[in-house]
């Protein structure tokens, strides 16, 4: 070591009881005569001084010998080599530490994996976006891996021309990048008469959020020159087994918020979820971002597809089915602390969850820790986005009894979050779509929380 | 062809060359129009006015027999079947076909809704028959065979005679008798457009009140104890670190349920049984699993059952698989597979040897 490399007055201010400037140049000063032994233990003695004050009252006391051997005994990654770089065959994974985060099927809630569900692990998310691999899956005949070189779109119907389009054409054309919710129309369904799952995963785990790239639907339309006046209605159908087809308002695709997208968080959709194009509809339930998506034909009146004649109805208390419900109404969800989950201790939390609207920007959201009785406003953090996910956070000390957390959202166009009682009272019990209700968790003395619904 | 022929013609080409430049001056060079070929191939969606509904027939008699073939081993001979998917056929009435409301719909205590309970709109049913069945073989059913499947679904529900036969020509009519063709409202403010001259209001009016809101609550539903760890352990659904660790309900709950396991427990990697894995993955392949699961029954029986029964019996299995039968395991008949010799060894020396996951 040469002399100019020896610290000196641009050392970064050591923190109370860690080295001066003095000791610092007495330990390089005696690493230099080759006593390595003299900088370890003085470092060790400093760390060791650094911790007893701070460890005074914490879930994390210091052990009886002196010190956490977590600091204490350098582990292998602290003393070793690292991996290389493009491990892994060039895509990156989790920690091996994070294989409890997964998306999972609810036991019992279908019979086959290729008509089913699995959920979104909530609990578990930070921020607003999804991360791909976890995204909620909902498929009615399977999912493909198709092969985008050799898939088509096609645009029939009310139009001067039908068209068809590469995948290569589609990405020449001008793109946008927007972030968006997509909630399956059944999400909360199992709630909707009584408490059934245990935690949020399964309770409100198909909702996930994205940043979708592709080209507006509006500009393929008119490529192909369609009857924007006639033309009231767009169906859309999958290239796959299923060919799922659903209702479109023209008037929703001419506001430009329709996408035709491939692109998912900065890489091409996943499978699951649409590989190479789906239809992204900002605000309307998931059924109707159709995957796989092959054509849209321009009509004059709606399809009554399948999902929108047989599923994705709504019975109300009268016996009519409601149709045609799409747009996703605004809701909330506290996903931490949530069912399912226990506190360590007594003390702060930071009370955590997501709310998003089918219609717009979240406005604001409250929240309650004694089941609806009074309501702090919590903090909505950045970005909040229209019809996207918004993350929001609440200070809070846990005093050890028993509370029941809720959180209540608002839209930008002043409708708020309805209780259960108020969405009941409306539309009974057997809706199984669109429960936007208040979620209440109970945290149990013993520190445990339960999925639990209010009188 | 006459010259006044010809000059609307060249009239015609004019246009057409225009529009194609119109669009050229924003996107030079991108799609190109879709022949009548490709579109006829595509465009197979049935409006309820029964736009796209392609000419032809299919009698009762007939979709019976496509019926017990192609569908019955989901839906049930009498399309009653509720194991894998929803029942498509009960519940309905003869009064409701005269008032095209289903009356059970009313009804809290009605267990079910079958798909002729809910469906007001009979190209509904040929449109998605159509399209999407049998599930394992979409859109290979013949014309005929999908009016057929229709009418034989429609005879089931008591909406058509036994000696029907379902046309082009008399669906409209058929329409008319639907059991809950008036049960459908758009009367609701959750359309994103003006189409439907829906509701302009929500249905609910929640208000913002931060004090004193409600009298002290009530649980009025809790999560009941067997459910607790019905969904698998739920501290190994949760990170390994964080403000709260998930609950070990495995256990029974305590005075303090902490028990999160300690952070450095990572959780044990399954063993690699790289023989399962490609018969499982010749499984999704030739959707075996629709029918049946690898540790439970679905339709037929599972994986694991049928090696219970026939350990060792690699040869006899690989018949099976190829030729289907109905007996050994039930009434339930499984369609003959049409899958590669070699794969269906693979698939019948797994489950011999143990169906291990």
């Known amino acids: 070591m040469k002399e100019d490399h020896i610290p000196s007055g641009r050392v970064l201010k050591a923190p109370e009881n860690f080295l001066s400037q003095e000791g610092i140049r007495t330990v390089f000063a005696e690493g230099k005569k080759g006593r390595r032994d003299f900088i370890r233990n003085a470092f060790a003695a400093a760390a060791a001084g650094a911790a007893m004050p701070m460890a005074m009252g914490q879930g994390n006391p210091v052990p009886t010998e002196g010190g956490d051997p977590n600091i204490l005994n350098l582990p292998e990654h602290a003393t070793g080599l690292g991996q290389g770089v493009a491990s892994d065959n060039g895509y990156g994974k989790p920690s091996k530490f994070e294989t409890n985060v997964q998306r999972r099927q609810s036991p019992g809630l279908t019979q086959t994996t290729q008509a089913s569900v699995s959920f979104a692990p909530l609990q578990s998310l930070f921020g607003i976006v999804t991360p791909s691999g976890l995204h909620f899956e909902r498929h009615h005949q399977g999912w493909w891996d198709i092969d985008p070189s050799k898939h088509r779109f096609m645009v029939n119907g009310m139009v001067k021309k039908p068209m068809v389009f590469t995948m290569d054409e589609i990405m020449r054309l001008p793109s946008v990048s927007r972030f968006h919710f997509i909630e399956c129309g059944a999400n909360t369904a199992v709630d909707w008469g009584n408490v059934a799952v245990p935690t949020v995963q399964y309770t409100h785990g198909m909702v996930s959020c994205s940043e979708f790239t592709g080209v507006p639907l509006i500009t393929l339309l008119e490529l192909a020159g369609a009857d924007l006046k006639n033309g009231k209605f767009v169906l859309a159908e999958g290239g796959d087994g299923s060919s799922m087809t659903r209702t479109i308002p023209m008037s929703l695709i001419t506001s430009g918020e329709v996408l035709v997208a491939y692109g998912q968080n900065g890489e091409m959709l996943r499978p699951e979820n649409g590989y190479p194009l789906r239809l992204v509809v900002p605000g309307v339930q998931g059924v109707s971002w159709v995957k796989y998506l092959r054509r849209v034909e321009v009509g004059d009146m709606p399809w009554a597809a399948k999902d929108e004649a047989i599923h994705y109805i709504d019975l109300q208390p009268d016996g009519l089915h409601r149709q045609y419900s799409s747009i996703q109404e605004c809701k909330s969800v506290v996903t931490t602390p949530s069912g399912g989950q226990v506190l360590l201790d007594k003390g702060f939390y930071n009370i955590t969850g997501l709310a998003w609207s089918g219609k717009g920007k979240i406005k604001r959201v409250d929240v309650s820790v004694d089941g609806g009785r009074n309501w702090r406003q919590a903090r909505l953090e950045t970005p909040v986005l229209s019809k996207c996910l918004t993350r929001f956070n609440l200070d809070w000390v846990w005093d050890g009894k028993p509370a029941i957390i809720q959180s209540r959202a608002q839209d930008e166009t002043g409708y708020v979050q309805p209780t259960y009682k108020q969405l009941r009272a409306v539309r009974g019990t057997r809706s199984i779509y669109h429960n936007n209700a208040i979620q209440s968790w109970l945290v149990q003395e013993n520190g445990e929380v339960k999925n639990v619904q209010l009188s | 062809m006459s010259s006044f022929r010809k000059v609307i013609l060249t009239t015609a080409l004019l246009a057409m060359a225009g529009m194609a430049m119109a669009q050229s001056e924003k996107y030079p060079g991108l799609g190109r129009v879709a022949t009548p070929k490709e579109v006829a191939k595509w465009d197979i969606d049935v409006r309820p006015d029964f736009k796209g509904l392609p000419a032809g027939s299919g009698s009762v008699a007939k979709g019976q027999d496509v019926w017990e073939g192609k569908c019955a081993h989901c839906h049930g001979i009498f399309g009653e079947s509720n194991e894998v998917f929803s029942p498509l056929v009960g519940g309905t009435t003869a009064e409701d076909i005269k008032t095209g409301r289903v009356a059970n719909l009313t009804r809290q205590d009605f267990p079910g809704r079958t798909t002729l309970m809910k469906v007001a709109t009979v190209s509904t049913l040929w449109d998605y028959i159509n ?9 290979t059913l013949s014309t005929e065979e999908v009016y057929a499947v229709t009418a034989f679904l429609l ?6 005679p036994d000696d029907f036969t379902l046309s082009d020509k008399n669906i409209a009519e058929v ?18 457009g003006k189409e439907f001259g829906g509701a302009s209001r929500p249905d609910t009016a929640n208000t913002i009140c931060m004090k004193d809101c409600m009298p002290e609550p009530k649980l009025a539903s809790v999560l009941p104890e067997f459910a607790r760890n019905a969904h698998g352990n739920l501290a190994e659904q949760n990170r390994l670190v964080g403000q709260q660790h998930g ?6 709950e305590g005075k303090n349920t902490t028990t999160a396991p300690p952070a450095s427990a990572v959780p044990a990697p399954k063993a690699d049984n790289s023989e399962a894995k490609a018969a499982v993955a010749l499984l999704n392949k030739y959707s075996c699993t629709a029918c049946h699961g690898v540790d439970k029954k679905v339709v037929g029986p599972g994986f694991n059952e049928i090696a219970k029964k026939h350990p060792g019996k690699t040869d006899y299995l690989a018949g099976k698989i190829k030729a289907g039968g109905a007996g050994v395991w039930g009434p339930v008949p499984m369609p003959p597979q049409s899958l590669p010799e070699a794969d269906a060894k693979a698939i019948a020396a797994w489950i011999a040897k143990g169906a291990s996951k």
């Open chain 2, 155 to 160: 005879n089931l529900g008591g909406i058509v």
């Open chain 2, 131 to 139: 399209r999407a069945m049998p599930w394992t073989n979409p859109k």
């Open chain 2, 175 to 192: 329409q008319k008798r639907m059991p809950n063709r008036n049960g459908m409202t758009t009367a609701h403010a959750m359309w994103p």
């Open chain 2, 247 to 252: 609950a070990d309900t495995t256990r029974p």
